[in-house]
């Protein structure tokens, strides 16, 4: 092996120590941003040839970054209602504003109106100004979330509504329990719906629904050794018909009779018309999305929300603003909603901290910083001896 074998390995050691501290410096900068993804340095030797068995060829070392993109970030509550992070595989899909389309797992969104030729659209933008994306629950068209900011909501006359009831076991035969729900009929009237619940007999409830002047009757029968409606006990779905003429279907979902206090809960559609209160991200199952709320606390979906995924995250290409793009390596992407088909679900009014480890990456730093300590003295050992090697001469 040459003199030169020695420089050449030595300042190949420098390089990769210093390409490792670049990545560690990085990692550290960004252990506060919101969905960052730490990287790492794996070195890996190359290998001279060497000539005859007397001699031997140093070689050198190569530098290899590896993001860590598929590893989850711990999630923190905000008190921001436009924040969302996604807890398991999945981005959100953003576009620049030339419409090109781009991927992250920063969920930290702020409401930014945009002036253009068509008038002026809010959009829903990270730090970097990428727009969320969405596909709109009217039309079916998919595209960045504009929000309907001054806007007159149409009303939407109320067809369905939810009861999950709680009966008290202990109540006593002619004992009545109420509980209301406001509808809407086409115009955006609001009407209360009464549902009145009579115990009749032993783990046995009359339900009757009325709107003032329309009744309408059922019975739920209970298993008094579940507290579970008995297979033919279920009172099915109630139908009423407002007299502004639509109909309103009432489903019920958990009917339990315990030993315990009543309780229901009440969920239904319809909206009245007014305008937007506020808007946020919602984490409610197949209701993932953006909604708006209006001043009587009634909500509207506008946008359902898209989640992307790759075969292999750790392959895209990361870009400024926290944003990833597809390569080769990570294969094609794939779209789908929050929470099915191993898609991970979204967590409204939270973020996802960076996945950086501060004391792993001051542990890693000094390591460097000895290695690049080493490699500089093996580079003055050899400097020292070819000067022994030129004073030969003299």
Known sequence: ??????????????????????????NISNSGTNGYKRSEAEFSSLVLSSPGAGDYNSGTVKTQVRQTVSEQGSIASTSSSTDAAISGDGFFVVQDQSGREFYTRAGSFVRRTETGANGSTTYLVNSAGYRLTGTDAKTGVTGPVELPVGEIVAPTPTTGAKLDLQFPVTANVGDQKTTSIQVYDAVGTAKTLTMTMTKTAANQWSLDLSDGTTTTSSTVT?????????????????????????????????????????????SKDGNPAGYFQSFSIADTGD???????????????????????????????????????????????????????????????????????????????????????????????????????INLKR
């Open 287 to 389: 209701s993932t999305g953006i909604i708006g709320v209006m001043a009587d606390g009634s909500t509207v979906q506008l946008y359902k929300l898209n989640l992307a995924r790759f075969n292999s995250p750790d392959q895209l290409q990361a870009g400024p603003g926290n944003v990833y793009s597809a390569t080769l390596q990570s294969g094609n992407v794939e779209y789908g909603v929050p929470g099915s088909n191993g898609f991970g679900s979204v967590v409204s009014n939270a973020v996802e901290n960076s996945n950086v480890d501060l004391a792993s990456e001051l542990t890693n730093m000094i390591e460097s910083q000895r290695s690049y300590s080493a490699n500089s003295k093996v580079f003055q050992t050899g400097s020292e001896i070819l000067d022994v090697l």
């Open 222 to 266: 209970f298993d008094g050794t579940n507290g579970l409606p008995t297979t033919t006990g279920n009172p099915g779905t109630m139908n009423i018909t407002l007299g502004t003429g639509n109909t309103v279907a009432v489903d019920f979902g958990s009917l339990t009779e315990y030993n315990s206090d009543f309780s229901a809960k009440v």
């Open 1 to 26: 092996m040459s003199i030169n074998g020695v420089f050449r390995t030595s300042v190949s050691g420098m390089n990769a120590q210093a390409n490792r501290l670049s990545v560690i410096s990085d």
